[in-house]
């Protein structure tokens, strides 16, 4: 069966410091990998997708940027953190080429920024 | 361009009174439509799907919803709540088809409240 981790938990960071949120899919080869933004009060909002190695698209213009250095790994970065970038970290993964399968998601990152 | 409108942050039930999370969307193509649990500080849990299959889908944990294209609904219901049922509930849509990579658009969210 397939499972999807998230590492930390929670992080609590400094404003200005670097940031680094990963995400790993086991049991599934070649699938689609989303990272999400839930803030308080706002929903989730799509920040990131990826269809394989390399590819990433973003939906926002933002503070953070995603890597996809491995087909089940998907890693969120920010070089120097905002107070905005508090919030609620999630990572999906979806069947690659279903078009609109189901999206399975992590456990969660919790970031707050000081 | 799809959106999704849950109506009302807030619902508060009583244990064993009628569940309704109420979900409208918008979409140029017929859509694809899910609804989602989350419980505090966890991730989303699919409860179910509509794939332009039945339009009444059942989902986990005695849930269900109805497809009514000619409202653009897609209702949560469940007959009877109880409270472990209590927690935020997501209405998701997207567009079928290899172009939309399966990127999903969500509802604000509605939280549910169930007293004993």
């Known amino acids: 069966s397939q499972t999807i981790h998230q590492w930390p938990a929670t992080l609590v960071q400094p404003v200005g410091s670097p940031l680094s949120l990963e995400c790993t899919v086991e049991?599934?080869?070649?699938?689609?990998l989303y990272w999400y933004r839930q803030a308080a009060g706002r929903g989730l909002q799509l920040l990131f997708y990826?269809?394989?190695?390399?590819?990433i698209s973003s939906e926002v213009p933002q503070n953070l940027s995603a890597s996809r250095p491995q087909d089940r790994q998907f890693i969120l970065s920010s070089k120097k953190l905002l107070l905005s970038d508090s919030g609620f970290y999630l990572c999906?993964?979806?069947?690659?080429?279903?078009?609109?399968?189901?999206?399975?998601f992590g456990p969660g990152t919790r970031l707050t920024v000081l | 361009a799809q959106s999704v409108t849950q109506l009302g942050s807030h619902v508060s039930v009583s244990e064993g009174a009628l569940v309704l999370l109420r979900c409208n969307y918008s979409?140029?193509?017929?859509?694809?439509l899910f609804w989602y649990v989350q419980y505090p500080n966890q991730g989303l849990q699919l409860l179910l799907k509509?794939?332009?299959?039945?339009?009444l889908v059942k989902g986990i944990n005695g849930f269900e919803a109805e497809f009514k294209k000619s409202e653009t609904s897609f209702h949560l219901t469940k007959p009877s709540a109880h409270m472990s049922d209590a927690a935020e509930y997501f209405c998701?849509?997207?567009?079928?088809?290899?172009?939309?990579?399966?990127?999903?658009?969500f509802g604000q969210g509605t939280i549910l409240t169930v007293h004993p």
């Open positions: 999906a993964w979806s069947v690659r080429g279903s078009g609109a399968d189901t999206q399975y």
């Open positions: 990826s269809v394989g190695i390399g590819q």
């Open positions: 049991g599934t080869s070649n699938p689609n």
């Open positions: 979409s140029s193509v017929p859509p694809y």
């Open positions: 509509y794939t332009s299959a039945a339009t």
């Open positions: 998701a849509v997207t567009r079928p088809g290899g172009t939309s990579y399966g990127k999903l658009t």
